[in-house]
């Protein structure tokens, strides 16, 4: 069974950094490629960024490139987003997904089996 939890989220203005977590309480969070979405009011669940389930690929959406980094602790069974220059359009929550085991590292909703409950980043102007 793979539970996630994301945190971090919060208030920030433009300009600023935050950094998101995902916790995995499933025993094979190595096996299972990440993934960070966010759905901004009125509008779809877009991918923001993923990483592979051996950790050796990443993936960005083009808006956030350059600015965003996600990664990944198999020790600790937790996948991050550090993301930098915030902007407005930024704001949104932002959902933890996992794909697996050994999901395919991709940007459709429909690849990930597995979802938190979200986290609301809201960047002021």
């Known amino acids: 069974q793979v539970q996630l939890v994301e945190s971090g989220g919060g208030l920030v203005q433009a300009g600023g950094s935050l950094r998101l977590s995902c916790a995995n309480s499933?025993?094979?969070?190595?096996?299972?490629?990440m993934a960070w979405f966010g759905q901004a009011p009125g509008k779809e669940r877009e991918f923001v960024a993923g990483?592979?389930?051996?950790?050796?690929?990443?993936y960005y959406a083009d808006s956030v490139k350059g600015r965003f980094a996600i990664s990944r602790d198999n020790a600790k069974n937790t996948v991050y987003l550090q993301m930098n220059s915030l902007k407005p359009e930024d704001t949104a929550v932002y959902y933890c997904?996992?794909?697996?085991?050994?999901?395919?590292?991709?940007?459709?909703?429909?690849?990930?089996?597995?979802w938190g409950q979200g986290t609301q980043v809201t960047v002021s102007s």
């Open positions: 990483i592979s389930w051996s950790g050796g690929t990443t």
């Open positions: 499933g025993r094979t969070f190595s096996t299972y490629t």
């Open positions: 997904a996992a794909a697996g085991p050994y999901g395919s590292l991709w940007r459709g909703r429909e690849s990930y089996n597995y």
